[in-house]
């Protein structure tokens, strides 16, 4: 199933309404670095990205490293090889609200 | 605080003793890629995971793209620059114990 890809003016308009995410992947991707106190804060943050992930059918690519959380989202049904979709500005204004 | 390093005799017999790893960034850490049925198979495994490491006090560098994780494990207080050690092959056994 093909998915929208965000054209360039929705892109930067999805982003100025995002906090602190960037464009990745020349452009076909956003992407995150959080920071926590410690593993156990860190741990936290990913179990609600999960359920909130798994709500929305749409999953993240992301990595943690004690107190860090690295987050790339993209939608792979999104343009030829992958791209920025809707679903992914949805997830990150959700990851957003956990902060 | 600083670690002993294993020896490499005693990385070897680590490794002949634990299932799938293999070593990386030139035998100062382990690495396995785990695949599972979905993201909430996955996600299961991975907070099986957190709770092991947070019981040892010894985190793994972890990567999560819907049902496979990335494992690495290596202590950064072992040698100059990291370097694998008992932590990492303690955790790796626990983790294989999980599956």
Do not use: C
Not at 17 to 34: E, N, V
């Amino acid at each position: 199933m093909s998915v929208a890809q965000l054209t360039k003016t929705e892109r930067d308009a999805a982003l100025a309404d995002l906090s602190g995410w960037a464009l990745a992947r020349d452009g076909d991707a956003i992407q995150q670095k959080f920071k926590f106190k410690d593993f156990s804060e860190a741990w936290g943050f990913m179990s609600r990205v999960a359920l909130l992930a798994d709500a929305q059918d749409h999953h993240p690519e992301w990595s943690n490293v004690y107190n860090t959380v690295d987050i790339t989202l993209t939608t792979h049904d999104a343009g030829a090889n992958g791209g920025l979709s809707q679903r992914d500005v949805t997830l990150a204004k959700a990851i957003d609200a956990l902060l």
